[in-house]
């Protein structure tokens, strides 16, 4: 980070310069450190530039220049949600930041940081990567400017752009730049994209820039591809011949991957997609229906008179290959500079341990997905419980408890399709939507071992699992709740129904609120089994597109039958490339086959509704009783309001109390902030 440290290395230069809107946390949860690590596990000399000041290209000199590229991230979240709360509200603080400050990183770091790192050293690489710049590689509506912006490689002018966890395209550029080869020559790796002035050459061009039929084209060419989610797209051969054993967990073999197509989808251009919100979810369809790498082709979005050219994504990484990136020797704390400094990101998960990437569930309103893949990459349990005996060992604050043994979904760890074959050609959005699909293996069992392996080292009292669990999957197998609520649950266990109304969940593609109900039936049986009083805490989003005022009545009415006081609540926040970011910006819906006639999809945009809509959520909070009355109201449901036990709001707004609240029974807990009555 300094050129003091350089000296001390006996380094006259450094290969990589790495800028990321983070402080720099030397942890396998910080993008930087990964990258970091992974490139010195190359034998590269790396350097890291960590939140430098913006306004002038001096701090991007601060390392000298680099002999490859500088490699450009806005860090773990993307600068405009890290700014901004789901009001557009400027945020007055930052949980990657020393201190918790806010304003160490400026809007859309992406573009700011690549522009200042081109003024430092005009003939130096600029390779963009991170979850902003893979999350806006290609058109995007903007929720904070309401509008479609261009792919971040036009505005950034980056020379290239890595996708998703990009340990193989950032290593193989690496050697590649090292070995010689300029950006154009090393464009065919996968996982990146590139502005471009035509087509690459030798690639059959599928034209799909329309909602109009293209025309005859061979079926497997459709952009379309595929039956609608309700039906499963995935079975290529029902003789048992073509299927593993469904008692065997099936790792997918990676390095057998077939060459890519020579085939590329053109999408609607940025000018098209800009003016109309149809073509728009067209588009964000087609390009969701191609994030399966054993599948995907290639696609192309015209911007003016330049073409952004989009390879299809990464293989994912085999379990060896996944270990020894999380085995590279991350000190697991932020860097001396900061001295005692606290950066609350690190708080949270520097004692946690992620043991798998990906997820299968699809989730519209979420980009995971969109960035790790549906493929789920696995970690060995011997990897898993080295890294467990490292923090025990190494870290003086280390208290015995491991605080988190997951990633971005608890229980997804091992759970693969049966068939590799089936899974090369699936095209589906989701694989437990709108159920489990019968090829995919929902055996956590495997996971119950790993859990009672982790709390048996020596030294290590209790292991916690904090990380998004899928209760729908977890029912599958009643061990695994048992084991999680027995030994694994420190006394509130956090899941996300996110509604109880079908409209809104089947635009979230999440189950119904049944499976909620057979999860806590588990989850209370066990828990009284063990002899402890644990609860959960549903979480709950407001303002989803394809919810109506009616269904956030329900909600609030399902939340005081069973006695909930949400405390904290969340609004739908509109993120780049999200499926149902399309669906609140166009108000169609991408899950079916979008056209001019497609069915209208409310979605939530005012201020006035969204906040009412978050109101509901908080139906007890005495701020929120006049608009609630008037809501009431206006839709017919004046049979709400009242002073009995079925009413939803009193007559007359009560008066504010502060008090703390112990827990009792099912709600859960309150703090001496909330409102209540």
């Known amino acids: 980070m300094s050129r003091a440290e350089m000296d001390q290395l006996g380094w006259d230069s450094c290969d990589i310069i790495i800028v990321t809107g983070d402080a720099y946390v ?13 490139l010195e596990g190359q034998g590269f000399r790396v350097g890291i530039i960590s939140q430098p000041d913006w306004r002038s290209a001096d701090a991007f000199r601060a390392l000298g220049k680099p002999n490859l590229f500088f490699g450009i991230a806005a860090g773990n979240m993307d600068s405009m949600i890290n700014h901004y709360t789901a009001d557009k509200k400027r945020r007055n603080d930052d949980a990657y930041t020393a201190g918790d400050l806010a304003g160490k990183r400026p809007d859309r770091a992406v573009t700011v940081y690549s522009q200042r790192a081109r003024e430092a050293y005009k003939d130096v690489p600029v390779v963009i990567g991170g979850i902003e710049a893979s999350l806006r590689r290609m058109a995007h509506y903007d929720y904070w400017s309401d509008k479609v912006r261009r792919s971040v490689l036009v505005d950034s002018k980056a020379d290239i752009l890595l996708y998703g966890n990009a ?64 039906v499963c797209e995935t079975e290529a051969s029902k003789s048992d011949a073509d299927a593993s054993d469904a008692s065997a967990v099936q790792i997918v073999s990676l390095l057998a991957s077939s060459a890519p197509s020579r085939d590329v989808i053109r999408l609607p251009s940025f000018e098209a997609v800009k003016d109309d919100p149809v073509l728009y979810a067209h588009a964000a369809r087609v390009m969701h229906k191609e994030t399966n790498p054993h599948n995907a082709l290639a696609l192309i979005q015209a911007h003016g008179d330049r073409e952004v050219w989009f390879n299809p994504p990464p293989i994912p990484l085999s379990t060896p290959e996944l270990d020894w990136v999380f085995e590279q020797p991350y000190r697991r704390r932020p860097h001396p500079i900061y001295g005692k400094a606290k950066i609350p990101a690190l708080e949270m998960i520097q004692h946690s341990v992620n043991i798998m990437r990906g997820c299968f569930g699809g989730c519209t309103f979420c980009s995971i997905t969109e960035h790790e893949g549906r493929i789920i990459q696995n970690r060995s349990e011997d990897s898993i419980v080295r890294e467990i005996e490292k923090i025990r060992d190494t870290s ?58 982790a709390r048996a080292i020596p030294g290590v009292k209790k292991v916690l699992i904090a990380s998004g669990l899928r209760y729908d999957i977890a029912v599958e197998t009643p061990e695994y709740v048992k084991e999680l609520v027995t030994h694994h649950v420190g006394g509130y266990l956090k899941i996300a129904p996110e509604h109880t109304e079908d409209g809104p969940l089947d635009q979230m593609m999440k189950p119904g609120i049944g499976t909620y109900d057979r999860f806590k039936n588990l989850f209370d049986k066990y828990s009284k089994a063990a002899g402890k009083k644990q609860y959960l805490i549903p979480y709950f989003i407001a303002a989803h597109p394809g919810t109506t005022d009616n269904d956030m009545v329900n909600l609030a009415l399902w939340l005081k039958r069973n006695k909930f006081r949400a405390d904290q609540v969340q609004t739908f926040y509109p993120s780049p490339m999200a499926l149902a970011t399309a669906m609140y910006h166009s108000e ?4 079916k086959k979008v056209d001019r006639d497609s069915k209208y999809v409310p979605a939530v945009r005012s201020i006035k509704q969204r906040r009412l809509h978050k109101a509901f959520l908080r139906y007890h909070d005495s701020d929120n009783w006049p608009a609630l009355r008037d809501a009431l109201k206006k839709i017919g449901r004046r049979d709400l309001i009242g002073n009995g036990p079925m009413h939803l709001v009193p007559s007359r707004q009560p008066p504010k109390r502060h008090r703390v609240v112990k827990t009792r029974g099912t709600t859960p807990f309150r703090t001496k902030h909330t409102k209540q009555f």
């Open 588 to 591: 169609k819906n991408p899950l």
């Open 396 to 453: 003086p604050s280390f208290t015995g408890v491991i605080s988190d043994l997951g990633g971005p979904t608890a229980n997804m760890w091992r759970l693969a399709c049966k068939s590799e074959e089936i899974e090369a050609k699936c095209r589906k959005l989701s694989c437990v939507f709108p159920g489990i699909c019968k090829n995919l293996n929902t055996d956590q069992t495997p996971l119950v071992h790993l859990y009672r392996r």
């Open 167 to 230: 340990e193989r395209a950032i290593v193989d550029l690496a050697h590649g730049l090292a070995d010689g080869k300029s950006i154009e020559e090393l464009r065919y790796l996968r996982g990146t994209a590139y502005v471009t002035n035509a087509p690459e050459p030798g690639y059959r061009l599928i034209d799909s820039s329309s909602v109009d039929q293209p025309g005859k084209v061979e079926p497997l060419l459709n952009p379309y591809e595929g039956m609608e989610p309700e």
């Open 26 to 38: 030397d942890h396998p949860s910080f993008g930087m450190a990964v990258i970091g690590r992974v």
